[in-house]
């Protein structure tokens, strides 16, 4: 446990210091490190890559919802309340190439 402690510097070490019950071994230190920093900046950087996502110039609608639903379960998995369904449609849609999106909007015209 001396070697990492060593190596906390800044936002990592201050936070160890902070703790009350500090944990003995490595297993329960890399549990509670995880489960301060990797929550928050797991979710903003998961959502940041699902709210810009994007289907590419050649991809197939298929691959580009394989993706989307692979970040979407990404994200559920954090927290599943993330998204209601009506975000999770309109995200969809907005990433959909402009030329597939043109059938879809007179559709949808006036909810999204």
């Not at 070697?3 to 902070?18: E, R």
């Not at 580009?64 to 990404?74: D, E, K, P, T, V």
């Amino acid at each position: 446990m001396q070697a990492i402690l060593y190596f906390l510097k800044d936002t990592a070490d201050s936070w160890y210091q902070s703790l009350i019950n500090k944990p003995q071994d490595f297993n329960a230190f890399k549990a509670e490190f995880l489960r301060y920093f990797s929550n928050n900046n797991s979710i903003n950087h998961l959502v940041n890559a699902f709210t810009t996502m994007k289907q590419g110039e050649t991809e197939a609608v298929t691959t580009y919802l394989g993706c989307f639903y692979r970040n979407l379960h990404q994200i559920q998995a954090i927290n599943a309340n993330y998204f209601i369904a009506p975000q999770i449609l309109n995200q969809f849609i907005r990433g959909l190439h402009s030329s597939i999106l043109q059938h879809i909007c007179p559709l949808h015209s006036g909810t999204l």
